[in-house]
């Protein structure tokens, strides 16, 4: 083991330069770990605010609509599932499905009397909702004043909840701030053209809990006012008069004149009839049991899907853009890490063909006296695999602290970024061992590949150039 | 005995775009147990000689025979191990490792060897050691050590693997006179005790005294011997 006692005394001969690498390798160590584990547990804390706030572990939506699902579709709703109560049957014959709830989002227009006592029209962004469902699924919004649409009073109050925010703008902008039993009367242009007016009341004022950005602005409406609104409320398919089910189904003119001669055709006792909730919803957002599989799930679902016109899109592909932030964040860091540890190693490269090229009077030595080209490599192996990873391990140490500092105070991040990334608040990093050893084996593959070509310059050094040298 | 054997060597290398001429037909041999000198002036190709019997370095023409081995014929890992086995060396500056201790220094060869047991290895190095006097310096550095005492570490390195020839480039040319004088007088009273053939370079005359064969050199030529 000379070569080795030989590598530990030249770096300890070179104690300012072998300093210098140390800490920029020291430096590149940091950031692999403490930038892998701040991007991993980034990752990990986005897909969990999203699942829990946004989208569940997956989103089911009609077949017939063009447009992904997304936690944004305001502007642009998507097209109605038709047949929801027969979807959420399907969905709950599942043992791997825990929970569901379906809701739908759009704009309407909010009338109300501002505090001069004039009548003022407000834009209301909101989801529609399953009042009984809903706070089950997402936590993301706590009450302030009022309930959820009667939540924990035993039965169901319909109507808007606002935001906090919501309500300070309104206050800004229109004069107008509403208190809990304030009438209002909302206002939606239906599919035909018609515009449906719906006196209601606001029951309740909320702050978000999770992606304040959003939520501060994204209200709440009752499925049944919803309907209301939308004319989704109808007549039950079952009560209406024979002769006018087929009417409405004839498929040509004939069909219809031939029931003119129908005596009861047109006359229709309004007692008769029934009334009934057609679905105004246009997503189910659904939570599968711990330890399932949701690709998997979605697969063996498609079959049903298929056969009672739905889709599905998993948690990633309905977050609307906000899964990718996380993962460009990972990209960046390992984007950075790869650029200074390309640039650790060029240093690193270079260093040692310096160091070569003054110690070649004793390379050469070395190999006049008789020891082989692998003795060289060894011994110039061994000088940057130990430094390496010395000053790896003070790195892993290092961001060991930082990383348990860190995963008890948290890191805050500015606002936005909080928000977009983890849906607000600070994020708590966690160490794991499995990066740890990933950082171990990328400082020893990159002293290896630094190594090579200046290894090469070495063994290249003939014992002729010791007596050359030394003149 | 011929221990060394060179037949019509020649050798010539190229400087920027000028060809020079080494050597010029060089022939002599060296017997068993000679202490040889190569003398001449400075470029008249006593380090070219020593680097050819020392295997770094081949002839371009000529035969140059070590111990019977054409040296032309070996592999790189053949003449590494034949250096290692029947060659020692004398540098003009030393060339000790810097990190490694006089003991160290002395025992680096013999680790090389791998086949001599630590035992045998530590009684070989005291000895060496002791031949060269310098058992009050075993745990110094080469840093801690004056010029003449650096060559007698490198003396004991060349000779604690009893190589059939050591080879001493200019072994006094950055020694005092009188150092210089000593470590002629070491070299020469080992060659006598232990019958270790001894080549050295050299352009004082003093020194060339001390040689039982004495090979001159001009412009690459041997002018007497």
Redesign the interface.
């Known amino acids: 083991m000379v070569f080795f006692k030989i590598a530990i005394g030249s770096l300890l001969k070179r104690k300012r330069r072998v300093i210098g690498i140390g800490l920029l390798v020291m430096f590149g160590t940091i950031l692999i770990v403490f930038g892998q584990e701040f991007a991993l547990t980034a990752n990990k804390l986005s897909k969990q605010a999203i699942i829990d706030n946004l989208t569940g572990d997956f989103i089911v939506y009609s077949a017939r609509s063009k447009e992904k699902p997304g936690p944004y579709t305001f502007s642009n709703p998507l097209t109605n599932i038709e047949n929801v109560d027969e979807v959420k049957a399907v969905l709950s014959g599942y043992k791997e499905i825990e929970a569901f709830t379906a809701y739908s989002q759009n704009i309407s227009i909010v009338n109300a009397e501002n505090k001069e006592g004039t009548r003022v029209e407000l834009p209301l962004i909101y989801s529609a909702v399953e009042p009984e469902t809903y706070l089950d699924f997402f936590k993301n919004i706590e009450m302030v004043e009022g309930t959820f649409f009667g939540r924990g009073t035993g039965r169901t109050e319909g109507g808007i909840i606002i935001s906090e925010a919501q309500n300070d703008r309104y206050d800004e902008q229109y004069g107008v701030r509403f208190e809990v039993g304030d009438p209002i009367t909302l206002y939606g242009i239906a599919s035909g053209g018609a515009v449906n007016a719906v006196k209601t009341t606001v029951q309740g004022i909320f702050i978000p809990l999770k992606y304040e950005n959003s939520f501060n602005y994204i209200n709440f409406m009752d499925v049944s006012t919803y309907s209301e609104l939308y004319n989704f409320t109808g007549v039950a398919e079952g009560s209406l008069p024979d002769q006018l089910t087929e009417t409405l189904l004839a498929e040509n003119e004939d069909d219809i004149f031939g029931l003119a001669s129908e005596e009861n055709l047109g006359i229709i006792n309004v007692d008769d009839l029934e009334s009934t909730t057609l679905s105004g919803f246009t997503m189910i957002a659904v939570h599968v049991k711990e330890g399932v599989d949701t690709a998997a799930f979605l697969e063996s679902l498609a079959g049903s899907a298929e056969r009672y016109g739905f889709k599905t899109a998993p948690w990633d592909e309905a977050s609307g853009g906000l899964a990718r932030i996380s993962g460009a964040l990972q990209g960046f860091i390992y984007a950075a890490t790869a650029l200074i540890f390309i640039i650790v190693a060029l240093i690193l490269m270079n260093t040692l063909i310096i160091n070569i090229m003054e110690r070649t009077a004793e390379i050469g030595t070395i190999r006049a006296i008789g020891a082989k080209k692998s003795f060289v490599t060894l011994m110039f192996l061994s000088e940057t695999i130990v430094l390496n990873v010395i000053a790896g391990i003070a790195g892993i140490v290092v961001s060991a602290i930082l990383i348990l500092i860190a995963g008890r105070v948290g890191i805050a991040l500015p606002g936005p970024v909080s928000q977009f990334l983890i849906g607000g608040g600070r994020l708590y990093p966690v160490l794991s061992f499995v990066t740890v050893g990933q950082a171990l084996l990328i400082i020893v593959v990159i002293t290896i590949l630094a190594t090579l070509y200046p290894l090469r310059v070495a063994t290249r050094v003939t014992p002729l150039k010791a007596m050359s040298e030394g003149k | 005995m011929n221990i060394v054997e060179l037949t019509d060597v020649k050798k010539t290398y190229m400087l920027g775009n000028t060809e020079v001429h080494a050597l010029r037909g060089v022939s002599f041999s060296i017997e068993k147990g000679d202490f040889a000198a190569i003398a001449g002036p400075s470029g008249a190709g006593k ?1 070219t000689i ?2 050819m019997i ?1 295997c ?2 081949i002839p371009t023409d000529g035969k140059v025979l070590i111990d019977e081995d054409d040296i032309s014929m070996l592999s790189d ?1 053949r003449l ?2 034949f ?3 029947k060659l020692g ?1 004398i ?10 201790n006089v003991y ?1 220094n002395i ?3 013999l ?3 791998r086949d001599v047991p630590k035992k045998q290895r530590d009684g070989i190095i005291r000895r060496v050691i002791e031949e060269v006097g310098l058992t009050d310096r075993v745990n110094n550095k080469p840093a801690e050590l004056s010029g003449g005492q650096r060559q007698r570490v490198a003396i004991a ?1 060349a000779l604690v693997t009893n190589p059939l020839i050591v080879l001493a ?1 200019e072994p006094t040319a950055n020694l005092d006179s009188e150092t210089g004088h000593r470590i002629v007088n070491l070299m020469k009273e080992i060659n006598r005790t232990e019958h270790t053939t001894f080549i050295f370079s050299t352009h004082d005359p003093h020194i060339m005294e001390h040689a039982n064969h004495v090979i001159k050199l001009r412009d690459g030529m041997i002018t007497a011997e």
């Open positions: 380090s020593l680097n020392g770094i370095d890992k590494t191990s250096r290692l086995h060396f540098f003009q500056s030393f060339n000790l490792i810097p990190v490694l160290e025992e680096f060869p680790l090389l060897k390195r480039d």
